[in-house]
């Protein structure tokens, strides 16, 4: 429609009743902005988004209109909108700080962690910057693997705001992935004197103090951190850490329920799928969630049953939101499966909703309370049956996860009061692995280097799982075997340092106390045979270490407790058939290493056992696995098309 205004009024008019009806307009934009203010802070998040989309379409020049638009789209679960609204604003003004740490932190739930940098980086050099954006911008950096820049923005945040608790944790994570556990320690313990029975943090001092292996305050520490979860109702906690040291069942599911609350008791499950179940006889479709799809721990176990699925009955899907190492591994279990998806840049609801699109059956979440989990995708609730399997020893806590894969050693049914999930037991053993593992030429003692003659103890588990009252063993193992040697993995400079200070003030050489470095696993394998005997961890077990000894051939000595993660290597033991290195004390434990450690002929024995035994043993028969694993998923579906709620499986 034309409309030919000069030709009524003269061009001055014009002009005024153009400013009056813009007035107008602007006016009731802003009305519209503070109806939309109101609704948010009465958490009425679609009333206020139509408000401020009003008020955007009123007055599409006013920045902050956009900004709250988006904050809207945020909390409504459009990520995609939320953006588009934040990155309107922040183009609006380029100096507007609020608009700048919307977008980024947008982008950051979006894992597009490279743009939100983009988005920190672009703040008008003249505008203001405050705690926030130091912070967001340095998680962003963090998340990118850009570690040094990262810390600079975080001591910047805490300039601004010494008492701003997440610049403090954000610089012990990433002076962590650095390597500098006991600067990531001090961290944490500046967040103990401004909150002190913050839960949270006081697991994490516990963690880098087992990571660097500096025991001198652990025992403290791990007394506060009891206190706090159990006396001092914690909004917080650090499952992993407290699953790995010393704690009791019931502890670890009180700490897994507080987290689950933190993380997860805002989300907005999604609309119950009101497609029928599918009939017997039709594939299931099985959807695989993890970020570890790559040349990582869980590839490497799982790779071979992803492959051995029953076509004809499953139908596989791999979401896969871990980086591309460009690895062997990760080209084998990507060709593993008929669908995958890379989700590492869509958040958690996108995720649940290709999920949900998918028309997936039995979701199985890989990682749990574990580095870089994405179990929100869990929380939208996509799939009628979710599952919690292998990534993290112990339970999640959480309401959204129906079933938890074990087997009767890890599990039994006395564990049922342990799991906020039912317990589903596969027959033999939890943990999958890969024939296909090449085991190569062994590497020589020489090129270990390794004594010749010397009797070799070992263990390759990660440092934080080396408690002191089990060096202590370790210490009175190597005085009473004089030949000896104890061979370690090097899992970062400090823990080598301060394992070296402790074997000498327990009255052994430093010099008998050998590191190992980080190899590829075919190169791992092939040095395992140059040891004599691996002696595990506890109360947290070897696990793929420990299925890497035994196809190796390498025997191993266990203590088993009475939690999951301390029952691990008793649960591969049992399926190789070797329950005699079994312990269940640390007096029988070290008793069993000092008898095997005098007695070659036995070890011998053992190893050669282990060796012929390799191709038959059950823990390695991974068509068996797959088998019983699809027989679990099957049984969990016919509950489900049953109209069954579920409920423990036993085998």
Known sequence: MNIHLSSHRSPGAVRAAAAASAGGRRGEAEAQWRKGVKASEAGQWNEARRHFARATQLAPDQGIFWTNLGQAHRKLGDMAAAEAAVRHAVVLDPADLLACKLCGNTLIERHRYAEAIQVFEGLAAGAPRDHDYHCEYGQALYMSGRYLEATEQFILSFTCKPDFVPAHARLSNTFARLGLHSEAAECLRTIEMLQPWDAQALGNLVHQSQNACAWDRLDADMARLHESIEHHAPPQTTPFTYVVMDSTPRQQRLAAEISARFE????????????????????LRIGYVSGDFQHHATAMLMTEVLERHDRSRYEIFLYSYGRDDGSAWRARVQASSEHWFD????????????????????????????????????????????????????????????????????????????????????????????????????????????????????????????????????????????????????????????????????????????????????????????????????????????????????????????????????????????????????????????????????????????????????????????????????????RHRDGLAPDSLWC
């Not at 580095?371 to 609730?381: E, G, N, Q």
């Not at 037991?425 to 999958?432: A, F, I, K």
């Open 264 to 283: 997860f008791g805002d989300v907005v499950p999604m609309a119950p799928d009101t497609r029928p179940p599918r009939c017997v006889g039709e594939r």
């Open 343 to 638: 989700a590492g840049e869509i958040s958690d609801h996108d995720l649940a909703q290709r999920i949900r699109a998918d028309g997936i059956d039995i979701a199985v979440d890989l990682k749990g309370f574990t580095r870089d989990t994405r179990m929100k995708v869990f929380a939208h609730r996509p799939a009628p049956i979710q599952v919690a399997w292998l990534g993290f020893p112990g339970t999640c806590g959480a309401s959204f996860i129906d079933y938890v894969i074990g087997d009767p050693v890890v599990t039994p049914a006395s564990a049922q009061p342990d799991f906020s999930e039912h317990i589903a037991q596969m027959p033999v053993c939890y943990q999958p692995n890969d024939r296909q593992r090449p085991l190569g030429t062994p590497t020589t003692r020489q090129q270990c280097g390794l004594p010749e003659k010397a009797f070799v103890f070992c263990c390759f588990n990660n440092s934080y799982k080396i408690m002191p009252v089990v060096f202590d063993s370790w210490c009175r193992l190597l005085q009473a075997v004089p030949d000896s040697v104890l061979w370690l993995f090097e899992a970062n400079p400090q823990a080598t340092e301060n394992l070296r200070s402790h074997a000498r003030a327990r009255g052994v050489d430093p010099d008998r106390i050998l590191f190992a470095p980080f190899l590829s696993q075919e190169r791992h394998l092939a040095r395992l045979p140059a040891a004599d005997l691996f002696l595990d961890t506890f109360p947290c077990n070897a696990h793929t270490t420990a299925s890497d000894a035994l196809w190796a051939g390498l025997p191993l000595v266990t203590c088993a407790g009475d939690t999951f993660v301390s029952r691990v290597a008793a649960s591969l033991l049992h399926a190789t058939g070797c329950d005699e290195l079994i312990t269940h004390s640390l007096p029988e434990y070290e008793a069993l290493a000092l008898a095997l450690a005098n007695d070659r002929p036995r070890l011998r024995a053992l190893r050669e056992r282990l060796v012929a035994g390799r191709q038959e043993a059950p823990l390695f028969d991974s068509a068996r696995f797959a088998t019983d694993l699809e027989h679990l998923f099957d049984r969990m579906a016919q």
